[in-house]
């Protein structure tokens, strides 16, 4: 399935990791023009090529990229950061095909994303000395109620709000401005593997990183690694430095960062079942099997 090439709307590709995303977004691109956009929370980072599975030279000869690669491990990219950086390309001469698995950067293009100061460097610091369950005790009850509780990043980004502004984050939320591209404007789509497919595509994805150098890569970035950092939450980092740095073998690093990326995967696909129930459902084993 592919949107009518006569038909300039922006293409939204949502899914989880290794569910074919790239690979739908560069066919519709051959098809009817257009220029693939990074959505991916992490696939933004320099430092990473081979871990966040960033296009190669073969893919971007097929189609123009943006977005990908362009900030320092060092830096902190929200999603209000990708919002300011994909808004020159919604009306540009290209139509924009925006593809990644972070379902909040979806959320705050089609829904709009409140304009919430940015953290204090003390604040941060203070939040990442917490424990999992003191930063759910210091959240606002509205705020509880909207966010998942497990998800140390988003309880941790609730709590800093509400630290350093004295307002929940819910009631930023409830003063969010209109959507740079409301749903209606768009081709939205999400890819609905079943996971048994996408368990052994992981497994299989993973393993081609590590022949394609995936080690050197996190060797390479080891003298300036920070496991505090946004970058550092590439799945497979973390697992890969620990062999580097000779606490597991490479067979025991490779078996958790597969089962992280399952993992991340199952959290990716609730979250695009509850948030994405009106988008269009593509199942990738069956539509990107035949040409």
Same mark, same amino acid.
């Given at each position: 399935?592919?949107?009518?090439?006569?038909?300039?709307?922006?293409?939204?590709?949502?899914? %989880?990791?290794?569910?074919?995303?790239?690979?739908?977004?560069?066919?519709?691109? $051959?098809?009817?023009?257009?220029?693939? +956009?990074?959505?991916?929370?992490?696939?933004?980072?320099a430092?990473w090529?081979?871990?966040?599975?960033?296009?190669?030279?073969?893919?971007?000869?097929?189609?123009?990229?943006?977005?990908?690669?362009?900030?320092?491990?060092?830096?902190?990219?929200?999603?209000?950061?990708?919002? /300011?950086?994909?808004?020159?390309l919604l009306?540009?001469?290209?139509?924009?095909?925006?593809?990644g698995?972070?379902?909040?950067?979806?959320?705050?293009l089609?829904?709009?994303?409140?304009?919430? &100061?940015?953290?204090?460097? $003390?604040?941060?610091? $203070?939040?990442?000395?917490?424990?999992?369950?003191?930063? +759910?005790?210091?959240?606002?009850?509205? *705020?509880?109620?909207?966010?998942?509780?497990?998800n140390?990043?988003?309880?941790?980004?609730?709590?800093?709000?509400?630290?350093?502004?004295?307002?929940?984050?819910?009631?930023?939320?409830?003063?969010?401005p209109?959507?740079?591209? &409301?749903?209606t404007?768009?081709?939205?789509?999400?890819?609905?593997?079943?996971?048994?497919?996408?368990?052994?595509?992981?497994? *299989?994805? !993973?393993?081609?990183?590590?022949?394609?150098?995936?080690v050197?890569?996190?060797?390479?970035?080891?003298?300036?690694?920070?496991?505090? /950092? %946004?970058?550092?939450?590439?799945?497979?980092?973390?697992e890969?430095?620990? !062999?580097?740095?000779?606490?597991? *073998?490479?067979?025991?690093? $490779?078996?958790?960062?597969?089962?992280? *990326?399952?993992?991340?995967?199952?959290?990716?696909?609730?979250? !695009?079942?509850?948030?994405?129930?009106?988008?269009?459902?593509?199942?990738?084993?069956?539509?990107?099997?035949?040409?």
């Amino acid at each position: 399935m592919s949107p009518d090439p006569a038909d300039d709307r922006p293409v939204l590709i949502a899914g %989880p990791t290794a569910s074919g995303k790239s690979e739908l977004a560069l066919r519709i691109a $051959e098809t009817g023009g257009g220029v693939v +956009v990074n959505a991916d929370a992490l696939q933004v980072y320099a430092c990473w090529r081979i871990l966040t599975a960033r296009p190669g030279a073969a893919d971007l000869a097929r189609a123009p990229h943006a977005l990908y690669g362009h900030i320092p491990c060092d830096t902190a990219y929200s999603a209000g950061h990708w919002l /300011r950086d994909v808004a020159p390309l919604l009306g540009g001469a290209e139509r924009p095909i925006i593809v990644g698995g972070t379902g909040l950067n979806f959320a705050a293009l089609t829904d709009g994303l409140a304009e919430i &100061p940015a953290t204090p460097p $003390e604040v941060r610091a $203070e939040g990442d000395a917490l424990p999992l369950p003191a930063l +759910v005790d210091g959240l606002d009850m509205a *705020t509880r109620t909207r966010i998942d509780l497990n998800n140390r990043a988003r309880v941790q980004r609730a709590w800093e709000v509400l630290r350093a502004t004295g307002r929940g984050l819910a009631d930023w939320q409830a003063d969010t401005p209109p959507p740079l591209l &409301p749903l209606t404007q768009a081709h939205a789509i999400v890819m609905t593997p079943s996971p048994d497919w996408l368990n052994a595509r992981i497994a *299989t994805r !993973f393993a081609a990183m590590l022949k394609a150098g995936a080690v050197e890569e996190v060797r390479a970035n080891l003298p300036d690694w920070d496991p505090a /950092r %946004p970058s550092a939450r590439a799945i497979g980092a973390a697992e890969l430095v620990e !062999f580097v740095q000779g606490r597991v *073998t490479l067979e025991q690093a $490779e078996t958790a960062a597969v089962i992280a *990326t399952r993992q991340y995967a199952k959290r990716q696909r609730t979250w !695009f079942r509850a948030r994405m129930r009106n988008w269009h459902k593509i199942d990738p084993e069956a539509d990107l099997s035949t040409g």
